[in-house]
């Protein structure tokens, strides 16, 4: 049985160092034109042509962050319905579908949350990747992967100190993808719990301390366990 994956979202951020890094997977990358994930068709014929054993969704909408609340449209459109297409082609070929979700889905105040606890996204981006996993989540042969990623090196000349995170690069998220891709349900995916200064001062000495007053809208603890994925990697 072939073990190819298509990647959707294929020329986005992460594609990109996924594609650069990869030793070890199958992969195949298709862009936008090549596989568009709000057109059925378009999905049916990349799922024809190139026979996968799974679809690695990574197309979807992310920064900037704003634009989920000013273009509220294009987030569904991208985030909840792209997603759910992928779902639906991919129980009807029988493939599986991996879908790249987002600490975000938490309520991000208590922090180090499990898999199994609730949900309560705290921005219309989380929202937006909640509605991917509903769909993702009602189909067996599918594993979502809470992650919590940046580019390297961390893009900000300023980080919050008082704002705690299990930030990882684009980097690491690829040397650990082949011990999680054959897995199913749901695992947090991220880096140490520490402040996102903490965190962006080691590849940058000269980062500047910024902090969240009290009336900030941004929740102070989006920590995450990741006792699930030590058991995998």
Known sequence: MSSRILVTGGDGRFAKILKEKNKKLDLIFLSKNQLNILDLNSIEKAIKKNKPKAILHCAGLSRPMSIHKKNISRSIDLNIIGTANLTKMCEKNKIKIIYLS?????????GNYTEEDPVKPFNNYGLSKLGGECSVSMYKNSLILRVTMTEKPFIHDSAYVNLKSNYMFHEDL??????????KGIINVGGKSQSIYNFAKIHNTKIKKIFINKKGNLPLNQTMSLKKLKKYI
């Open 102 to 110: 987002t600490g975000y889905v938490y309520g991000g105040k208590k």
């Open 174 to 183: 690829v040397k650990i993808l082949p011990k999680l891709i054959n897995k």
